[in-house]
């Protein structure tokens, strides 16, 4: 893995890139994704959570059975950037930590595994709906495991709850990974 520190790389079709990037080799089976980890200001804390995720945007190359992922970090602070590296697997996930600091980044050494359930139904769907109601002071991240792709809810007002719902789409007996960022608590 290594980092770069690059500014105003280029020009093409009139998009200029600044920032950073780093690159990890996926092997076979295997699909990784990065989020950046952002804190919100203090003058927003009210009606938001206290971090949200940035999903990094990423290029691949392969090199025989391996993908070369480059990730982008558009906008690095001045201080460092906490990552959240998730690579996804058959039945599994890989959790991994990371601080990008200057031209340095820096990875667990501890990774964390978590292995798939697949919640049973015994009716037969292809999807089942899920409602609930959203805490805007909470930002949940749900992932499909095979594609990597997020989930994203549907946000409505219920008029006659008198409040506002959210509702996702997921397949039946498949399994979601979702995460959150919280303050570790001592």
């Known amino acids: 893995m290594y980092i770069e520190n690059r500014r105003s790389v280029g020009c093409i079709d009139m ?3 600044e920032g950073k990037h780093f690159s990890i080799m996926d092997p076979n089976n295997v699909n990784t994704v990065v989020y950046q ?3 919100t200001l203090k003058e927003d804390l009210k009606n938001s959570p206290k971090y949200t995720v940035t999903r990094l945007d990423y290029t691949e190359e392969m090199y025989g059975d391996k993908k070369k992922k480059t990730f982008y970090i558009d906008d690095p602070s001045d201080n460092k950037d906490e990552l959240v590296i998730l690579s996804f697997g058959k039945d599994r996930v890989v959790i991994n930590m990371a601080i990008l600091q200057g031209d340095k980044i820096t990875i667990s050494k501890k990774p964390t595994p978590l292995k798939f359930n697949t919640l049973y139904s015994d009716t037969e769907k292809e999807y089942k709906e899920f409602k609930y109601t959203p805490n805007f002071k909470r930002q949940i991240s749900i992932i499909d495991p ?16 008198n409040e506002v719902r959210g509702k996702c789409k997921l397949k039946a007996n498949k399994p979601y990974f979702a995460f959150e960022i919280k303050e570790k608590k001592d």
């Open 15 to 17: 998009y200029v890139w």
């Open 37 to 39: 980890i952002n804190e």
């Open 146 to 161: 095979e594609t990597t792709e997020e989930v994203k809810p549907t946000v409505y007002f219920d008029e006659e709850a």
